[in-house]
């Protein structure tokens, strides 16, 4: 299954310092890892997305593939919303889920924005 995720410029770092390999474990205070099945969804969030005030205003959408077998005993989020639906993982998960990765994480989409119009924040 293909899906997509916004990062903050912070996270995408640590993906491509891992060579767009694996995502990174979540901070504490993320209990989910938040996946959405849209490549639009994914991006529209991105551009209207809120950052912390020292983060670098650069905001990137990359899409992954992920085994299906795995993948299909996460339950579908907003699903009245298509574009915003999405898969919620587990923070815990994360490591297993970079072991279903099918190749590697793709930057799709670099976005500058204003952190001060910001008003979505994403997990």
Request: aromatic fraction near 10%; charge should be negative; proline fraction near 4%.
């Amino acid at each position: 299954m293909e899906l997509f995720r916004p990062l903050p410029a912070e996270e995408f770092r640590q993906i491509e310092a891992n060579g767009f390999a694996s995502f990174p474990a979540r901070s504490s205070g993320q209990q989910l890892f938040t996946a959405l099945l849209s490549h639009e969804g994914a991006a529209e969030i991105a551009r209207r997305m809120r950052i912390e005030k020292q983060a670098e205003h650069t905001v990137y959408v990359v899409g992954f593939l992920v085994e299906d077998a795995y993948i299909r005993q996460f339950s579908v989020q907003n699903s009245d919303q298509p574009e915003r639906s999405a898969l919620w993982i587990p923070a815990e998960e994360i490591d297993i889920l970079n072991q279903h990765l099918v190749g590697k994480i793709r930057m799709l989409d670099c976005f500058e924005i204003d952190r001060s119009d910001g008003d979505i924040f994403f997990a």
